[in-house]
Protein backbone atom coordinates (compact mmCIF):
# COMPACT_ATOMS: atom_id res chain seq x y z
CA UNK A 1 0.00 0.00 0.00
CA UNK A 2 3.20 2.30 -1.21
CA UNK A 3 3.68 2.61 2.64
CA UNK A 4 0.74 4.84 3.96
CA UNK A 5 0.96 2.89 7.45
CA UNK A 6 3.56 2.53 9.14
CA UNK A 7 3.07 0.59 12.05
CA UNK A 8 2.54 -3.07 12.75
CA UNK A 9 -0.71 -2.81 14.41
CA UNK A 10 -1.87 -2.11 10.66
CA UNK A 11 -1.05 -5.59 9.13
CA UNK A 12 -2.84 -6.48 6.18
CA UNK A 13 -4.10 -9.55 8.58
CA UNK A 14 -6.04 -6.81 10.46
CA UNK A 15 -8.42 -5.33 7.77
CA UNK A 16 -12.09 -5.26 8.68
CA UNK A 17 -14.08 -7.59 6.28
CA UNK A 18 -16.78 -5.70 5.52
CA UNK A 19 -17.43 -3.72 1.99
CA UNK A 20 -16.61 0.55 2.04
CA UNK A 21 -19.42 1.93 -0.12
CA UNK A 22 -19.70 5.96 -1.73
CA UNK A 23 -22.48 6.16 0.63
CA UNK A 24 -21.34 4.74 3.83
CA UNK A 25 -20.37 7.41 6.75
CA UNK A 26 -18.17 6.80 9.26
CA UNK A 27 -17.01 8.28 12.86
CA UNK A 28 -14.09 8.57 15.17
CA UNK A 29 -14.12 6.75 18.15
CA UNK A 30 -12.83 8.01 21.53
CA UNK A 31 -9.31 5.74 20.43
CA UNK A 32 -9.75 7.78 17.23
CA UNK A 33 -10.18 11.48 18.69
CA UNK A 34 -7.00 10.63 21.38
CA UNK A 35 -5.09 9.37 17.91
CA UNK A 36 -5.25 13.04 16.53
CA UNK A 37 -4.90 15.01 19.62
CA UNK A 38 -1.99 13.68 21.42
CA UNK A 39 0.61 15.03 19.74
CA UNK A 40 2.25 12.36 17.96
CA UNK A 41 1.30 9.31 16.18
CA UNK A 42 2.65 6.37 14.21
CA UNK A 43 -0.07 7.00 11.48
CA UNK A 44 1.56 7.42 8.35
CA UNK A 45 0.49 11.37 6.46
CA UNK A 46 -2.59 10.11 4.17
CA UNK A 47 -3.68 7.87 7.04
CA UNK A 48 -3.88 10.89 9.53
CA UNK A 49 -5.50 13.21 6.42
CA UNK A 50 -8.66 10.44 6.41
CA UNK A 51 -8.88 10.31 10.13
CA UNK A 52 -9.32 14.03 10.17
CA UNK A 53 -11.40 14.24 7.39
CA UNK A 54 -13.87 11.94 8.97
CA UNK A 55 -16.88 13.62 10.79
CA UNK A 56 -19.40 11.32 11.21
CA UNK A 57 -21.06 13.22 8.19
CA UNK A 58 -19.39 13.13 5.00
CA UNK A 59 -19.89 10.06 3.20
CA UNK A 60 -17.35 8.08 1.65
CA UNK A 61 -17.86 9.24 -1.56
CA UNK A 62 -17.27 12.79 0.09
CA UNK A 63 -14.03 12.08 1.77
CA UNK A 64 -12.40 10.63 -1.73
CA UNK A 65 -13.36 13.97 -2.94
CA UNK A 66 -11.55 15.76 -0.34
CA UNK A 67 -8.21 13.56 -0.30
CA UNK A 68 -8.78 13.02 -4.08
CA UNK A 69 -4.58 12.51 -3.92
CA UNK A 70 -5.17 8.93 -2.48
CA UNK A 71 -6.24 6.38 -4.87
CA UNK A 72 -10.05 5.11 -3.86
CA UNK A 73 -9.02 2.10 -3.39
CA UNK A 74 -6.30 2.78 -1.56
CA UNK A 75 -8.34 5.19 0.12
CA UNK A 76 -11.02 2.45 1.00
CA UNK A 77 -8.25 0.09 2.48
CA UNK A 78 -7.26 2.79 4.88
CA UNK A 79 -10.73 2.77 5.81
CA UNK A 80 -10.63 -0.41 6.51
CA UNK A 81 -7.12 -0.31 8.73
CA UNK A 82 -8.56 2.52 11.04
CA UNK A 83 -11.98 0.24 11.27
CA UNK A 84 -10.14 -2.68 11.77
CA UNK A 85 -7.83 -0.77 15.07
CA UNK A 86 -11.03 0.74 16.69
CA UNK A 87 -10.28 4.42 15.68
CA UNK A 88 -13.70 4.81 13.35
CA UNK A 89 -16.67 2.68 13.69
CA UNK A 90 -19.49 2.86 11.26
CA UNK A 91 -22.31 5.45 12.10
CA UNK A 92 -25.61 3.57 14.00
CA UNK A 93 -28.80 2.99 12.49
CA UNK A 94 -30.25 4.81 15.16
CA UNK A 95 -27.52 7.89 14.12
CA UNK A 96 -29.06 7.32 10.56
CA UNK A 97 -32.13 6.85 11.34
CA UNK A 98 -32.14 3.55 9.56
CA UNK A 99 -35.18 1.22 9.48
CA UNK A 100 -35.38 -2.00 11.07
CA UNK A 101 -36.26 -4.92 9.39
CA UNK A 102 -40.09 -4.62 11.84
CA UNK A 103 -40.73 -1.59 8.84
CA UNK A 104 -38.67 -2.91 6.30
CA UNK A 105 -41.02 -1.01 3.79
CA UNK A 106 -42.60 2.16 5.06
CA UNK A 107 -43.53 5.29 4.01
CA UNK A 108 -40.90 7.35 5.73
CA UNK A 109 -39.31 9.76 3.30
CA UNK A 110 -36.24 8.28 1.33
CA UNK A 111 -32.79 9.61 2.58
CA UNK A 112 -31.33 12.71 0.90
CA UNK A 113 -30.41 13.02 -2.00
CA UNK A 114 -26.59 11.76 -2.43
CA UNK A 115 -23.89 14.68 -2.21
CA UNK A 116 -21.84 15.44 -5.41
CA UNK A 117 -18.84 13.85 -4.02
CA UNK A 118 -20.80 10.28 -3.07
CA UNK A 119 -22.32 11.00 -6.92
CA UNK A 120 -18.65 11.47 -8.33
CA UNK A 121 -17.21 8.31 -6.70
CA UNK A 122 -20.34 5.78 -8.55
CA UNK A 123 -19.75 7.68 -11.60
CA UNK A 124 -16.10 6.98 -11.20
CA UNK A 125 -16.68 3.38 -10.45
CA UNK A 126 -19.05 3.05 -12.87
CA UNK A 127 -16.44 4.12 -15.55
CA UNK A 128 -13.42 2.65 -13.99
CA UNK A 129 -15.29 -0.62 -13.73
CA UNK A 130 -13.12 -2.50 -10.34
CA UNK A 131 -12.02 -5.52 -10.94
CA UNK A 132 -13.90 -6.68 -13.29
CA UNK A 133 -15.93 -4.99 -16.16
CA UNK A 134 -17.16 -5.49 -19.58
CA UNK A 135 -18.92 -2.69 -21.35
CA UNK A 136 -20.94 -2.20 -24.45
CA UNK A 137 -22.29 1.53 -24.12
CA UNK A 138 -23.86 1.27 -20.76
CA UNK A 139 -24.54 -2.83 -21.16
CA UNK A 140 -22.54 -3.54 -18.43
CA UNK A 141 -21.26 -6.48 -16.12
CA UNK A 142 -19.38 -5.21 -12.87
CA UNK A 143 -18.48 -6.88 -9.29
CA UNK A 144 -16.84 -5.30 -6.61
CA UNK A 145 -13.97 -8.34 -5.30
CA UNK A 146 -14.94 -9.21 -1.58
CA UNK A 147 -11.93 -8.60 0.82
CA UNK A 148 -11.89 -11.99 2.44
CA UNK A 149 -14.03 -14.94 1.09
CA UNK A 150 -17.26 -15.63 2.34
CA UNK A 151 -17.50 -19.41 4.24
CA UNK A 152 -20.28 -21.43 4.19
CA UNK A 153 -21.37 -22.98 7.43
CA UNK A 154 -20.37 -26.72 8.04
CA UNK A 155 -21.74 -28.84 5.64
CA UNK A 156 -23.80 -26.01 4.06
CA UNK A 157 -23.67 -24.18 0.72
CA UNK A 158 -23.52 -20.84 0.12
CA UNK A 159 -27.03 -19.09 -0.44
CA UNK A 160 -28.01 -16.73 -2.96
CA UNK A 161 -31.47 -15.09 -2.62
CA UNK A 162 -33.31 -14.57 -5.90
CA UNK A 163 -35.48 -11.35 -5.69
CA UNK A 164 -37.20 -11.59 -9.11
CA UNK A 165 -40.94 -11.27 -10.23
CA UNK A 166 -40.48 -13.21 -13.31
CA UNK A 167 -40.98 -16.63 -12.70
CA UNK A 168 -39.01 -18.18 -15.45
CA UNK A 169 -36.57 -15.98 -15.06
CA UNK A 170 -36.31 -16.81 -11.08
CA UNK A 171 -36.29 -20.58 -12.35
CA UNK A 172 -33.12 -20.20 -14.91
CA UNK A 173 -31.19 -18.24 -12.37
CA UNK A 174 -31.74 -20.82 -9.90
CA UNK A 175 -30.83 -22.79 -11.91
CA UNK A 176 -27.43 -21.40 -12.70
CA UNK A 177 -26.90 -21.09 -9.27
CA UNK A 178 -27.28 -24.44 -8.25
CA UNK A 179 -25.20 -25.86 -11.29
CA UNK A 180 -22.16 -23.69 -9.87
CA UNK A 181 -22.73 -25.58 -6.45
CA UNK A 182 -24.39 -22.42 -4.63
CA UNK A 183 -27.84 -22.79 -2.71
CA UNK A 184 -30.73 -20.73 -3.93
CA UNK A 185 -34.24 -19.33 -2.75
CA UNK A 186 -36.23 -17.11 -4.85
CA UNK A 187 -38.64 -14.31 -3.56
CA UNK A 188 -40.93 -11.93 -5.56
CA UNK A 189 -43.31 -9.49 -3.35
CA UNK A 190 -42.23 -7.21 -0.97
CA UNK A 191 -44.11 -9.70 1.72
CA UNK A 192 -42.32 -12.32 0.38
CA UNK A 193 -38.77 -10.45 0.58
CA UNK A 194 -39.49 -9.51 4.09
CA UNK A 195 -40.90 -13.12 5.26
CA UNK A 196 -37.65 -14.78 3.93
CA UNK A 197 -35.17 -12.56 4.94
CA UNK A 198 -36.80 -12.97 8.70
CA UNK A 199 -35.95 -16.56 8.70
CA UNK A 200 -32.03 -17.84 9.30
CA UNK A 201 -29.99 -18.37 7.52
CA UNK A 202 -28.99 -14.78 6.11
CA UNK A 203 -27.84 -15.32 2.42
CA UNK A 204 -24.47 -14.49 1.56
CA UNK A 205 -25.49 -12.92 -1.32
CA UNK A 206 -28.45 -11.15 -3.18
CA UNK A 207 -29.65 -10.92 -6.79
CA UNK A 208 -32.16 -7.94 -7.28
CA UNK A 209 -34.21 -6.89 -10.23
CA UNK A 210 -35.03 -3.16 -10.63
CA UNK A 211 -38.80 -3.78 -12.05
CA UNK A 212 -40.84 -5.70 -9.48
CA UNK A 213 -44.35 -6.49 -8.87
CA UNK A 214 -44.92 -4.14 -5.96
CA UNK A 215 -41.76 -2.55 -5.00
CA UNK A 216 -38.75 -0.96 -6.85
CA UNK A 217 -35.73 -2.53 -6.65
CA UNK A 218 -33.13 0.59 -5.51
CA UNK A 219 -35.90 0.85 -2.53
CA UNK A 220 -34.93 -2.84 -1.34
CA UNK A 221 -31.29 -1.58 -2.06
CA UNK A 222 -31.72 1.08 0.31
CA UNK A 223 -33.96 -0.96 3.12
CA UNK A 224 -30.85 -3.57 2.73
CA UNK A 225 -27.90 -1.35 3.49
CA UNK A 226 -29.97 0.68 6.47
CA UNK A 227 -30.65 -2.76 8.51
CA UNK A 228 -27.69 -3.71 10.69
CA UNK A 229 -28.38 -6.99 10.34
CA UNK A 230 -28.51 -7.01 6.45
CA UNK A 231 -25.93 -4.47 5.59
CA UNK A 232 -23.03 -6.74 4.58
CA UNK A 233 -24.92 -8.93 2.65
CA UNK A 234 -23.64 -8.26 -0.82
CA UNK A 235 -25.80 -7.03 -3.73
CA UNK A 236 -26.16 -7.41 -7.12
CA UNK A 237 -28.64 -5.65 -9.81
CA UNK A 238 -29.60 -7.93 -11.86
CA UNK A 239 -31.68 -6.04 -14.28
CA UNK A 240 -32.85 -4.84 -17.72
CA UNK A 241 -32.21 -1.58 -16.62
CA UNK A 242 -29.18 -0.40 -18.55
CA UNK A 243 -29.39 3.37 -18.17
CA UNK A 244 -26.31 5.13 -17.02
CA UNK A 245 -27.89 6.83 -14.22
CA UNK A 246 -29.24 4.04 -12.80
CA UNK A 247 -25.98 1.81 -12.60
CA UNK A 248 -24.65 5.00 -10.81
CA UNK A 249 -27.85 4.71 -8.72
CA UNK A 250 -27.52 1.25 -7.70
CA UNK A 251 -23.76 2.19 -7.02
CA UNK A 252 -24.28 4.52 -5.00
CA UNK A 253 -27.21 2.72 -2.80
CA UNK A 254 -24.09 -0.03 -2.00
CA UNK A 255 -24.86 -2.62 -4.63
CA UNK A 256 -21.99 -4.82 -5.04
CA UNK A 257 -22.43 -5.37 -8.93
CA UNK A 258 -24.89 -4.28 -11.99
CA UNK A 259 -25.27 -7.04 -14.26
CA UNK A 260 -27.93 -6.45 -17.26
CA UNK A 261 -29.87 -8.93 -18.38
CA UNK A 262 -29.90 -10.50 -21.11
CA UNK A 263 -26.61 -12.34 -19.52
CA UNK A 264 -24.21 -14.96 -19.98
CA UNK A 265 -24.21 -17.68 -16.95
CA UNK A 266 -21.05 -17.10 -16.86
CA UNK A 267 -21.00 -13.75 -16.97
CA UNK A 268 -23.27 -14.04 -13.38
CA UNK A 269 -21.09 -16.78 -12.01
CA UNK A 270 -18.13 -14.93 -12.27
CA UNK A 271 -20.14 -11.94 -10.48
CA UNK A 272 -21.23 -13.57 -7.67
CA UNK A 273 -18.31 -15.36 -7.00
CA UNK A 274 -16.43 -12.18 -7.18
CA UNK A 275 -18.42 -10.26 -4.63
CA UNK A 276 -18.61 -13.67 -2.25
CA UNK A 277 -14.31 -13.21 -2.14
CA UNK A 278 -14.28 -16.78 -4.08
CA UNK A 279 -11.38 -17.51 -6.81
Known amino acids: ?27 RTDQGDAEIQRGTTNLSADALVVLVLIDGHATVGDTEQKASHIPPEALRNLLRLLLGNGLLRPVTIAETEGLD ?5 NDAPSRAEPSDGTKASAELEASSGGPLLKREGYYVSIARRAVKARQPADGARLLGLVIEDDPEMARLV ?15 RRD ?42 PVIMLTADAKKESVVRGLVGGADGYITKPFEPTVLIQGVRAILGLS
Open 1 to 27: MRGYLNSTVYLPQNQVNIPIYPLDVFV
Open 192 to 233: QIVARLRQPPVPDAILLDVTLEDVNGFDVLQALKKNALLKAV
Open 101 to 105: LSAFF
Open 174 to 188: TLILEGAGFAAQTAA
